[in-house]
């Protein structure tokens, strides 16, 4: 599920290497508690390559619309998010017009509706956010360590952070529609002339509101130079235009087991903005004991139809409106924030030492080898690259937040995120907070485990 863009660059940059040899961490793998809340999330990824402008996504109603079949007409009001991650390319060397993308809500009632932007950030992967190489854990608590326009994202995001050039809020009069976004996605003097956007908007609504996503190429001035569109040009485009292009691929049914999976690209209102957890023995526990000396268990992060790494538990989010031809659920979960705490209890007679990791094991729906397989030294396919805080009681005593930015590839097992010593009968509560990043591929695993004395 790596974006067109993450793939070109791979491509560009990859070097043989050793045949990675697999290996096997014998382990429980275990659902993870929780589930996904009921905000609405606007979900904008297909067409991810965008060379033909139009309608990306619209949750308008059909009344009105020239093409009906590009509307969805599912209200929004209250919590909710906007998601949109598009990559233009020049369709011929000499054409190298920008593509803009513009988000646009509409007022349906008889009363201004303020829209209040609570965090939102979006970024370009050139020159905001380039794919660089960085090592596989860095420090990143000032949140200037990303790769990538999904790992800036949804590191600010994190943070609680509103870009400055993102409004604070948007008042909408009655019966009008204002841009939430209008923002270019250029490829000029881009060598390759390849350029990625990526945004996430947490939102709150007074009353009801209609979303849309379009893509349309800069419309130029009489000398010939190119402008943003304007508000009437995105209204004339959401009423009169079709679907933007290329269509991603078509998805296979989840149902139809017996074909080769296609998950397809998403586009649509997915449910669930967070998936909170207090991960515990049982319900009705409050503590996590950790695993015997020299043992581990993990709990899956973003499983999905054919990678539920044996636990049966599909956390992607279900789709509440969709179009035909795009993804039946939001797999990879992207800009879905995970909250999880770990009530960690030592209730062994013995001091321990515990590491707690995140991991990219090989995706698999059933175990085929009682743990999960990793690779010991894994080829340069990065399936997850972003920021991770990690907050818990160090071995002074003392509170300790870190974000420390990841990247590891297929089957890679990750360094700790903490290690601790606890005392016999000793508790330690770890939390854990991610937004999943896009051009992430899923599953991954949070792993507890104990150091063998």
């Given at each position: 599920m790596l974006?067109f863009?993450?793939?070109?660059?791979?491509?560009?940059?990859?070097?043989?290497?050793?045949?990675?040899?697999?290996?096997?961490?014998?382990?429980?793998?275990?659902?993870?508690?929780?589930?996904?809340?009921?905000?609405?999330?606007?979900?904008s990824?297909?067409?991810?390559?965008?060379?033909?402008e139009?309608?990306?996504?619209?949750?308008?109603?059909?009344?009105?619309?020239?093409?009906?079949?590009?509307h969805?007409?599912?209200?929004?009001?209250?919590?909710?998010?906007?998601?949109a991650?598009?990559?233009?390319?020049a369709?011929?060397?000499?054409?190298?017009?920008?593509?803009?993308l513009?988000?646009?809500?509409?007022?349906?009632?008889?009363?201004?509706?303020?829209?209040?932007?609570?965090?939102a950030?979006?970024?370009?992967?050139?020159?905001?956010a380039?794919?660089?190489?960085l090592?596989?854990?860095?420090?990143?608590?000032?949140?200037?360590?990303?790769s990538?326009p999904?790992?800036?994202?949804?590191?600010?995001?994190?943070?609680?952070r509103?870009?400055?050039?993102l409004?604070?809020?948007?008042i909408?009069?009655?019966?009008?529609?204002?841009?939430?976004?209008?923002?270019?996605i250029?490829?000029?003097?881009?060598?390759p002339?390849?350029?990625?956007?990526?945004t996430l908007?947490?939102?709150?609504?007074s009353?009801?509101?209609y979303a849309?996503?379009?893509?349309?190429?800069?419309?130029?001035?009489?000398?010939?130079?190119?402008?943003?569109?304007?508000?009437?040009?995105?209204?004339?485009?959401?009423?009169?235009?079709?679907?933007?292009?290329?269509?991603?691929?078509?998805p296979?049914?989840?149902?139809?087991?017996?074909?080769?999976?296609?998950?397809g690209?998403?586009?649509?209102?997915?449910?669930?903005?967070q998936?909170?957890?207090?991960?515990?023995d049982?319900?009705?526990?409050?503590?996590?004991t950790?695993?015997?000396?020299g043992?581990?268990?993990?709990?899956?992060?973003?499983?999905?139809?054919?990678g539920?790494l044996?636990?049966?538990?599909?956390?992607?989010?279900?789709?509440?409106?969709?179009?035909p031809?795009?993804?039946y659920?939001?797999?990879?979960?992207?800009?879905?924030?995970?909250?999880?705490?770990?009530?960690l209890?030592?209730?062994?007679?013995?001091?321990?030492?515990?590491?707690?990791?995140?991991?990219?094991?090989i995706?698999?729906?059933?175990?085929?080898?009682?743990?999960l397989?990793?690779?010991?030294?894994?080829?340069?396919?990065?399936?997850?690259?972003?920021?991770?805080?990690?907050?818990?009681?160090?071995?002074?005593?003392l509170?300790?937040?870190?974000?420390?930015?990841?990247?590891?590839?297929?089957?890679?097992?990750?360094?700790?995120l903490?290690?601790l010593?606890?005392k016999?009968?000793?508790k330690?509560?770890?939390?854990?907070?991610?937004?999943?990043?896009p051009?992430?591929?899923?599953p991954q695993v949070?792993?507890?485990e104990?150091?063998?004395?």
């Open positions: 974006s863009l993450l793939n070109f660059i791979i491509a560009q940059t990859t070097t043989p290497t050793a045949a990675p040899v697999e290996v096997v961490q014998r382990q429980q793998v275990r659902p993870l508690p929780g589930k996904l809340d009921d905000v609405p999330v606007f979900n990824n297909s067409p991810e390559l965008v060379l033909k139009g309608i990306l996504l619209s949750t308008f109603p059909e009344k009105g619309k020239n093409v009906s079949s590009a969805l007409n599912f209200p929004f009001k209250g919590r909710f998010d906007i998601f991650h598009h990559v233009a390319k369709s011929a060397p000499d054409d190298l017009k920008t593509l803009y513009g988000i646009i809500l509409h007022n349906p009632t008889s009363q201004p509706v303020t829209v209040n932007v609570l965090n950030a979006s970024y370009l992967s050139q020159p905001d380039p794919f660089i190489d090592p596989s854990q860095k420090n990143n608590n000032f949140g200037t360590v990303f990538g999904g790992s800036r994202v949804m590191s600010d995001i994190l943070r609680k509103r870009q400055s050039t409004p604070t809020k948007l909408i009069p009655a019966g009008e529609s204002r841009m939430m976004m209008n923002a270019p250029p490829v000029k003097e881009l060598e002339p390849i350029n990625g956007r990526s908007m947490r939102l709150s609504s009353d009801k509101v849309a996503s379009l893509a349309m190429f800069a419309p130029t001035n009489v000398d010939g130079s190119e402008r943003a569109p304007t508000l009437q040009e995105w209204q004339n485009l959401l009423d009169n235009g079709n679907l933007a292009g290329p269509r991603d691929k078509t296979t049914p989840p149902e139809d087991i017996n074909k080769p999976i296609i998950y690209r998403v586009s649509g209102v997915a449910k669930g903005s998936w909170n957890s207090l991960v515990v049982s319900p009705k526990k409050t503590y996590l950790i695993p015997q000396s043992r581990a268990f993990s709990y899956g992060i973003a499983t999905l139809h054919r539920t044996g636990t049966n538990q599909i956390q992607s989010a279900k789709m509440l409106a969709r179009y031809d795009t993804a659920y939001a797999h990879g979960n992207y800009g879905i924030w995970y909250s999880l705490q770990l009530p209890l030592n209730k062994s007679s013995a001091p321990q030492t515990v590491k707690v990791s995140l991991q990219t094991p995706k698999e729906d059933r175990l085929t080898k009682d743990g397989r990793f690779f010991d030294n894994p080829d340069k396919r990065v399936f997850f690259r972003g920021t991770v805080r990690v907050r818990y009681t160090d071995n002074k005593g509170p300790r937040t870190q974000y420390l930015h990841l990247v590891q590839n297929r089957g890679e097992k990750g360094e700790p903490t290690i010593n606890m016999p009968g000793g330690r509560l770890v939390e854990v907070d991610l937004l999943y990043p051009d992430a591929t899923p949070l792993t507890i104990t150091e063998n004395k």
